[in-house]
């Protein structure tokens, strides 16, 4: 089985630094000097400007379609496209959390884990097996903020 490792959407990203109103209604937050993971290029932002913005990963709005707090870079950023390999981002992190999710967008309570970056590509395939999943979110242990969607290639 083949992964996809999926950024936010260029066509998103764009939005927000247009001063698209995020998920609870406001401009991003505009910082000269951000740090953190941007969820575009799927790398860190390093004393760059940066959007601080509430973000919902999802379509619609409905019970599971929670939001929070992301970090984009507040200049245009190449879109993360190495879309076959696990980015980067966090490769020493041992706690990450792997939220699968149905179609209908619910929370498949069986297929959620906390994994190592090491772990999370085997992790991934392995929740995969269970065809009532239809993605897969990543988010930080520490933090549970969301970072990235996988889905099947
Ligand atoms: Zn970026």
């Known amino acids: 089985m083949n992964l996809k490792f999926v950024a936010m959407k260029s066509s998103g990203a764009?939005?927000?630094?247009?001063?698209h109103l995020d998920a609870n209604g406001q401009a991003p937050e505009q910082h000269e000097e951000g740090f953190g993971p941007c969820r575009h290029c799927l790398s860190r932002i390093e004393g760059e400007a940066m959007l601080a913005l509430s973000y919902k990963p999802f379509d619609s709005n409905q019970a599971?379609?929670?939001s929070g707090p992301i970090f984009?870079?507040?200049?245009?950023?190449?879109?993360?496209?190495?879309?076959?390999?696990?980015?980067?981002?966090?490769?020493?992190?041992?706690?990450?959390?792997?939220?699968?999710?149905?179609?209908?967008?619910?929370?498949?309570?069986?297929?959620?884990r906390i994994?190592?970056?090491?772990?999370?590509?085997?992790?991934?395939?392995?929740?995969?097996?269970?065809?009532?999943?239809?993605?897969l979110h990543v988010r930080l242990g520490p933090t549970n903020?969301?970072?990235?969607?996988?889905e099947r290639a």
């Open 14 to 19: 764009q939005e927000f630094r247009n001063g």
């Open 64 to 66: 599971y379609a929670e």
């Open 72 to 112: 984009l870079h507040q200049k245009a950023c190449k879109h993360y496209d190495d879309f076959s390999n696990a980015p980067k981002l966090f490769a020493d992190e041992t706690d990450l959390i792997v939220r699968g999710y149905t179609k209908e967008d619910r929370i498949q309570y069986t297929a959620c």
């Open 115 to 135: 994994t190592s970056s090491q772990q999370l590509t085997q992790t991934c395939k392995s929740l995969f097996e269970d065809s009532s999943v239809s993605y």
């Open 145 to 150: 903020c969301y970072q990235y969607t996988v």
